[in-house]
Nanobody, 125 residues
Framework: QVQLVESGGGLVQAGESLILSCAAS????????MGWYRQAPGNQRELVAH???????NYADSVKGRITISRDNAKNTVYLQMNSLKPEDTAGYYC???????????????????WGQGTQVTVSS
């Protein structure tokens, strides 16, 4: 079992900044990709940003230049630095991670793909 816990959401005004954090814990052997997704009411969940274990990043066009994803592999934590926030950035933000985890109390490993519970970001105009 691998758990993801997000933090850092809140209510801000347009143009302000927020930093989201997501920490993974559990029987982790290795984490490959970590990413942030968001979902606004009535909309599908969409990718915001993704980062590989080697630091290769990918961003949604709508956030390029305003949002930066980074990770601390030693802490199994991924961050999302969000600048120049806009009302259209308002959504629930969800962390995702995939990799390999131990199971059965042994050195056996199996792949995992886990989601956090989400953190709300609200940007007022």
């Amino acid at each position: 079992q691998v758990q993801l816990v997000e933090s850092g959401g809140g209510l801000v005004q347009a143009g302000e900044s927020l930093i989201l954090s997501c920490a993974a814990s559990g029987s982790i052997f290795s984490i490959n990709g970590m990413g942030w997704y968001r979902q606004a009411p009535g909309n599908q969940r969409e990718l915001v940003a993704h980062i590989t274990s080697g630091g290769i990043t990918n961003y949604a066009d709508s956030v390029k230049g305003r949002i930066t994803i980074s990770r601390d592999n030693a802490k199994n934590t991924v961050y999302l630095q969000m600048n120049s926030l806009k009302p259209e950035d308002t959504a629930g933000y969800y962390c995702n991670a995939d990799g390999w985890a131990y199971y059965g109390g042994s050195n056996l490993k199996k792949p995992f793909n886990s989601w956090g519970q989400g953190t709300q970001v609200t940007v007022s105009s």
